[in-house]
């Protein structure tokens, strides 16, 4: 039988970043077990402590680093985001998972009941759903952007875009309320447009920092947006011109 030390240092395995209170849930332990053992891990070097919980070592090294600072940030959004969107999941659908935190949190609270196909680029989801039994994961492949974690280029648009699915989770840098979404690197834009084409239904997700927010590069036009789920922290009036340019926008209540 596992001790909750080895327990503590697969979920994180497997998860790739886990919170105390998450561990503490999911193994049945105390919070004091979980921080004894945390730290026993960081000395062994197996772990890295960040704020309220940890990651593997072998997961915060250059960007892995750089995604973990990402998980903190607007994290209660990015998870109620997260809940709701996994609510709209129904049994045996094909779904397409871009990256992204807020789409990492996606993975981490999909069913283990539903029988689900996911489609997606990114090795952060790919981490995310390997230890979930009712997923089956697709990773169509290309070349592997390092610094990102996805696959990206000609060969993997290419390979994205032989797949269709019931309902497709994409994930943005922002929002230009004029213009569209706002990325802040190129190669994704081409997955994301077929992902969010080929797919039935189409959810764009956002906390509310991303809502009325310019970067380098605009990706889908409004137009082609049909759903945002973003939470009742965003801006009233950035909500009320998605909705008036024809979106759905879905609002999850914060507490």
């Not at 994409?170 to 969010?196: C, F, Y």
Request: net charge negative; aromatic share 8%.
């Amino acid at each position: 039988m596992k001790t909750s030390y080895e327990e503590i240092l697969e979920y994180i395995e497997i998860a790739g970043y886990a919170s105390l209170s998450e561990l503490s849930e999911q193994l049945g332990v105390s919070a004091m077990t979980v921080r004894r053992h945390l730290a026993r891990l960081e000395e062994q070097g197996n772990v890295a402590r960040v704020r309220a919980g940890a990651v593997r070592t072998n997961h915060v090294q250059g960007a892995d680093q750089a995604f973990s600072q990402k998980l903190w940030k607007f994290r209660e959004e990015k998870m109620a985001i997260a809940r709701h969107a996994a609510s709209l999941l129904t049994y045996g659908q094909t779904v397409f998972v871009d990256t992204g935190s807020t789409c990492f949190y996606l993975a981490k609270s999909f069913p283990t009941d539903k029988q689900l196909t996911v489609i997606t680029h990114s090795l952060i989801i790919v981490n995310a759903l390997r230890g979930n039994p009712g997923v089956r994961v697709i990773c169509p492949g290309g070349e592997l952007d390092s610094a990102l974690h996805v696959f990206a280029g000609p060969h993997a648009e290419r390979l994205l875009d032989s797949f269709t699915a019931d309902i497709a989770f994409v994930a943005t840098d922002g929002i230009d309320l004029a213009r569209g979404t706002q990325e802040d690197n190129l190669v994704q834009i081409p997955l994301k447009s077929t992902m969010n084409r080929n797919a039935r239904e189409s959810y764009l997700l956002a906390d509310s920092s991303k809502l009325n927010y310019r970067s380098y590069f605009t990706g889908t036009p409004l137009t082609d947006l049909a759903h945002v789920i973003t939470t009742s922290r965003a801006n009233a009036e950035h909500v009320v011109a998605l909705r008036d340019a024809g979106i759905e926008v879905m609002v999850v209540e914060m507490v």
